[in-house]
T-cell receptor, first 111, second 114 residues
Framework: ELKVEQNPLFLSMQEGKNYTIYCNYS?????LYWYRQDPGKSLESLFV?????AVKQEGRLMASLDTKARLSTLHITAAVHDLSATYFC???????????FGQGTELSVKP | KAGVTQTPRYLIKTRGQQVTLSCSPI?????VSWYQQTPGQGLQFLFE???????NKGNFPGRFSGRQFSNSRSEMNVSTLELGDSALYLC?????????????FGEGSRLTVL
């Protein structure tokens, strides 16, 4: 059974610092998604990574995918308070519609 | 372009009742999938529909069912509600179920079972 594990699960950062969230998964897949969720809200799509070596960047966030290592990373650069949220990675191995989510990483950025 | 619309947004039911949740996908999207989110179990896949056919189903009891209509709108039904069914139910749509498409999530229906 596919397992998706994120670490850390909780992350408290200071503004201006850098950090990385890791997403490991147990079965071969070349489709990985990152989502953001604010409290009480739905999931906002951040990145879709579709091949080995894929790297995407948006603002202070950069995501990468290493399918051989079954690892994706979400790197945060110079964190700001507005990035405080829960971040989920999700893997799709069934070609559409069925995502297996990680536990989520709750990020808190403090001044 | 309107996003994924879920109704109702909030509802309260009692044990033993049943509930129907509705999801209208983004115009032109033909794939609809449903997820349950709880603090204990996280985000779990319920089922996915494409062109009125269920393509994938998660590990949920038969009390959870769904369907998709010809206009791609989808409904899910939970019968004989249990306390553990209290959750945020999220619907997502995508143009095609190819796996290379981004999923767009609705705001969710928050169900409380008393």
């Amino acid at each position: 059974e596919l397992k998706v594990e994120q670490n850390p699960l909780f992350l408290s950062m200071q503004e201006g610092k850098n950090y990385t969230i890791y997403c490991n998964y147990s079965t071969t897949s070349d489709r990985l998604y990152w989502y953001r969720q604010d409290p009480g809200k739905s999931l906002e799509s951040l990145f879709v990574l579709l091949s080995n070596g894929a790297v995407k960047q948006e603002g202070r966030l950069m995501a990468s995918l290493d399918t051989k290592a079954r690892l994706s990373t979400l790197h945060i650069t110079a964190a700001v308070h507005d990035l405080s949220a829960t971040y989920f990675c999700a893997v799709d191995i069934y070609q559409g519609g069925k995502l297996i989510f990680g536990q989520g990483t709750e990020l808190s950025v403090k001044p | 372009k309107a996003g994924v619309t879920q109704t109702p947004r909030y509802l309260i039911k009692t044990r033993g009742q049943q509930v129907t949740l509705s999801c209208s996908p983004i115009s032109g999207h033909r794939s609809v999938s449903w997820y349950q989110q709880t603090p204990g179990q996280g985000l779990q896949f319920l089922f996915e529909y494409f062109s009125e056919t269920q393509r994938n189903k998660g590990n949920f009891p038969g009390r959870f069912s769904g369907r998709q209509f010809s206009n791609s709108r989808s409904e899910m039904n939970v019968s004989t509600l249990e306390l553990g069914d209290s959750a945020l139910y999220l619907c997502a749509s995508s143009p095609l179920p190819t796996g290379s498409e981004e999923l767009f999530f609705g705001e969710g229906s928050r169900l409380t079972v008393l």
